[in-house]
């Protein structure tokens, strides 16, 4: 898949078939991650990747709207030292993974974590010095929808691009 034609078809899947990701397409897939932009070249960034059943059950019971980690194949937790742009160099991060997963027709979902209340949690549960900010966690697995990677609905381009001025 060529590059325009992931960045159009990329969607949240939050519905996983049973299979396993194998190891070298986890690593491609963070190895892209520590490509994104990054201010002053910082990379701040570092990343836990999950993909023991336990601990994912247990990181999907501490969140509020990432249930579906439980029934992911893996996950990716980006954290970040505090540095002044951690946040958009994580965002980035975070990004870059769920392109990679799409290109390799692995499904995505991001879920939150930068100054979620249960930060602590995921912290204490993973090791993580509190030093390091959770940007996020990003669920991955093989889609169950054979439709996931269908382009969605959007708004028409000319109805949100402005030239010049608003």
């Not at 990432?66 to 160099?89: H, M, R, W």
């Not at 990679?100 to 974590?113: D, E």
């Amino acid at each position: 898949m060529d590059a325009l034609e992931v960045l159009k078809t990329r969607r949240s899947v939050r519905e996983y078939k049973d299979n396993p990701i194998a190891k070298e397409a986890l690593e491609k897939i963070v190895d892209t991650a520590r490509f994104a932009p990054t201010a002053m070249n910082v990379q701040p960034w570092e990343f836990i990747v999950v993909t023991d059943r336990a601990t994912l059950k247990k990181i999907a019971g501490i969140t509020d709207h990432g249930k579906f980690i439980s029934d992911a194949s893996a996950c990716i937790l980006i954290f970040c030292s505090d540095t002044k742009y951690y946040l958009e160099d994580g965002c980035a991060a975070t990004q870059n993974v769920m392109l990679a997963a799409c290109a390799l027709g692995i499904g995505s979902c991001w879920v939150a974590g930068d100054k979620k209340p249960y930060c602590r949690q995921i912290h204490e549960l993973l090791s993580v010095p509190l030093s390091f900010k959770l940007v996020s966690m990003i669920a991955l697995g093989y889609p169950k929808c054979e439709k996931a990677f269908n382009v969605a609905e959007k708004r028409d381009l000319g109805e949100m691009i402005h030239w010049e001025k608003f």
